[in-house]
């Protein structure tokens, strides 16, 4: 079974980095086609694809946001980390972390529940 | 740049079908995978590849695709089905890609 869960704080202040750890579980990180990554959704609109960090360390990022966008994983942990910096309000929404299989369909095909981040003074 | 384009909203009555569509260059040389979100939950994959659905999604749903159009049909739609539906795509370059958005009624 595979889970996945977003940690972080909830609320930040311009200016600052956001850091997010995703804790997954039911599948390894280091098998080929598997990737873990970031889509938020500020409220009320619509999702945005931010990041996927891939088995072999391949990263790929938005482009409009690939200058603030940093992603890790720690495979023995089962982890990946997302930082995200100079965080302004419009940043604000729920961030969720999700898996991919590429040896399968290659689509988001588990989500963990979603964090909220506020960005306010 | 790329982008994927739905109607923000559509509405169906019950038991009847409806299409939602999405559009987008990325989609003459990519599937398109559609998500379906409820008001307060994490958004769920519903359909995949060609017209492909996982395990547990009514077959109610299903996908088309011609050009540089993306379809998601629903026949014989059900109060449950009313939700958000996004449109995904990744382009050429490994980069991901969501749609707008639409907001099915079903009345």
């Known amino acids: 079974q595979i889970t996945l869960k977003e940690s972080g704080p909830t609320l930040v202040k311009p200016t600052q980095t956001l850091t997010l750890t995703c804790t997954f579980s039911?599948?390894?990180?280091?098998?080929?086609?598997?990737?873990v990554g970031w889509i938020r959704q500020p409220p009320g609109k619509a999702l945005e694809w931010l990041v996927l960090i891939y088995w072999d360390d391949d990263k790929r990022y938005s482009p409009s946001l690939k200058s603030r966008l940093t992603i890790t994983k720690d495979t023995s942990k089962n982890q990946v980390v997302l930082k995200m910096t100079n965080m302004d309000p419009v940043d604000t929404g729920t961030y969720y972390c999700?898996?991919?299989?590429?040896?399968?369909?290659?689509?988001?095909?588990?989500w963990g529940q979603g964090t909220l981040v506020t960005v306010s003074s | 740049s790329s982008e994927l384009t739905q109607d923000p909203a559509v509405s169906v009555a019950l038991g009847q079908t409806v299409r939602i569509t999405c559009q987008g260059d990325?989609?003459?040389?990519?599937?398109a995978s559609w998500y379906q979100q409820k008001p307060g939950q994490a958004p769920v994959l519903v359909i995949y590849g060609r017209n492909n659905r996982p395990s547990g999604i009514p077959d109610r749903l299903s996908g088309s695709s011609s050009g540089n159009t993306a379809s998601l049909t629903i026949t014989g739609a059900q109060a449950e089905d009313e939700a958000d539906y996004y449109c995904?795509?990744?382009?050429?370059?490994?980069?991901?890609?969501f749609g707008g958005g639409t907001k099915l009624t079903v009345l």
């Open positions: 039911g599948f390894s990180l280091s098998s080929s086609g598997v990737g």
């Open positions: 999700v898996h991919v299989d590429y040896s399968a369909n290659g689509d988001f095909d588990y």
């Open positions: 995904n795509s990744r382009d050429s370059s490994g980069t991901s890609l």
């Open positions: 990325s989609l003459r040389n990519y599937y």
